[in-house]
């Protein structure tokens, strides 16, 4: 709820209802999906989720974020390094990233992980591990 206006539509491509927002957190800690935060001093500072794909569960995106006054301090790549672990120990065999094209900041980020970003639909794919392709284009 603290994320700005630029940075929700970074992490969810719109800007959400707030209540859509409180859905989206409440799903994601209660169905089961991999969810890494980052606390301190009792507040929840950046967060990753995985989601894994309905049709192959071994395939999974990734999504960030990271509250303003926290940034460049690592804990951006700390989560990714987490959820990359996390993966690794479920199984799973490939990870993408959708990111906005001008969302430099994320996609610099996915660069610290993988050589391997390409266009898609008007948006970067990051992809990290073995994955069969889709639909790219
Ligand atoms: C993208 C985001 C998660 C990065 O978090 P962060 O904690 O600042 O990241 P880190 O401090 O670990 O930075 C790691 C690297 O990412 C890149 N990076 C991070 N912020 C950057 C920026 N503003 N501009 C350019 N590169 C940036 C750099 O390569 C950086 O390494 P460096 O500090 O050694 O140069 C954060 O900016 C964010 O939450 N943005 C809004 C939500 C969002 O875009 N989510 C992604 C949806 S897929």
Redesign the pocket.
Known sequence: MRLDSE?RR??FFEEPEEFLMALHAGAAVADGRIVVGCESEGQIR?VGELLADAQDPRRGEL????ERD?????????LMQAMIDAARDKSFRCLE???LPD????Q??AR?FTSDLQRRNGNVIATIGACVTKSRV
């Not at 969302?103 to 994320?106: E, I, K, Q």
């Open positions: 940075d970074f992490r950046g999504a960030f974020s990271v926290w940034r460049r301090r690592g804990l951006g790549r700390a990233l959708e990111i969302n430099l900041a994320m610099n980020l610290r």
